[in-house]
């Protein structure tokens, strides 16, 4: 089983829509969440943290379910520039402090 | 500006062959890793140091090699003993004790005909 998982993708939207992608994390010791933007053949960029009180910015919105060991990330009003790859990733610090990334999923955003 | 720097861009190699991925930092971070990302997959840590001289195999090592000799660099080497080296390199820095906010390089596209 790998460590994160992320819903397989490629999620196809219009432009406005909402979206939700979801992450599952195998180990209870994790410490600290995040998600990653990365566009076609760049590096990953981090897009925001996610605590467990949920935290929103603009248009995007982050949960965590540390009892559901579940993290999920919301885009309302999707533009075409959302289009890349999200990937969650989780930190653990007793494994020489290791972040461990999911597999990514695509969100194409149509006009 | 500062920010992390990794050369080349793109790297063409022939089977049997070593090639040496250069990543450089002005950050003034101690810690420094690399990664692999390969198709449809998240990243792989492959190297981390901590501090200089030091450094600890991730989870694919195997055929890779680095070394830290100072504070800015990482360099890393990608050996004939890589059974499949085609890939995207990464390569990361973090501040000590900020280990979770690692700030990526904009990576190396390696492909061995």
């Known amino acids: 089983r790998k460590e994160v998982e992320q819903d397989p993708g490629p999620f196809n939207v219009p432009e406005g829509a909402t979206v939700a992608f979801n992450c599952t994390y195998s180990n209870s010791a994790s410490q600290s969440f995040f998600w990653y933007r990365q566009d076609c053949r760049k590096e990953p960029k981090l897009l925001m943290s996610?605590?467990?009180s949920g935290n929103e910015d603009g248009r995007f919105t982050a949960q965590l379910n540390r009892a559901s060991q579940y993290i999920s990330l919301l885009i309302r009003d999707s533009k075409l520039s959302d289009s890349a790859t999200y990937l969650c990733?989780?930190?653990?610090?007793?494994?020489?402090?290791?972040?461990?990334f999911g597999q990514g999923t695509e969100l194409s955003v149509k006009p | 500006d500062g920010g992390i720097t990794q050369s080349p861009k793109y790297l063409f190699r022939k089977e049997g062959q070593n090639v040496t991925l250069s990543c450089e930092q002005n950050l003034n971070h101690d810690a420094m890793y690399w990664y692999r990302q390969d198709p449809g997959q998240g990243l792989r840590l492959i190297y981390y140091?901590?501090?200089?001289?030091?450094?600890q195999k991730g989870d694919i090592a195997e055929g890779y090699s680095v070394s830290r000799e100072k504070k800015e660099s990482f360099p890393l080497t990608v050996t004939s003993a890589q059974k499949n080296p085609t890939a995207f390199y990464l390569c990361?820095?973090?501040?000590?004790?900020?280990?979770?906010?690692?700030?990526f390089g904009p990576g190396t596209r390696l492909t061995v005909l």
């Open positions: 990361a820095s973090s501040d000590r004790d900020r280990y979770n906010e690692q700030f």
């Open positions: 140091s901590q501090i200089v001289n030091d450094f």
């Open positions: 990733v989780v930190f653990q610090y007793n494994q020489g402090g290791k972040l461990i």
């Open positions: 996610v605590y467990s």
